[in-house]
């Protein structure tokens, strides 16, 4: 996939755990888990911006695009 999650970076910058910023944005951690290991589909703006709040940074922070070769 070209797009790249890398909320586990921001999560250590800011020292929080997976739980705690799970329990923060009112999202399960099973859920949280599925988004910072890049599996999940889609992000809803709101869950974004709810991550961004909570972190103190911006989307792209947290999403990158990296073209693949080929």
């Not at 911006?49 to 972190?55: M, S």
């Amino acid at each position: 996939m070209s797009i790249i999650v890398n909320l586990d970076v921001m999560m250590a910058k800011r020292k929080i755990s997976l739980g705690e910023l799970a329990e923060r944005i009112d999202i399960t951690p099973a859920n949280l888990s599925i988004l910072k290991t890049g599996k999940a589909k889609a992000i809803r703006f709101s869950t974004l911006e709810a991550i961004c709040q909570e972190l103190d940074c911006q989307p792209a922070d947290i999403l990158e695009f990296r073209k693949e070769d080929g």
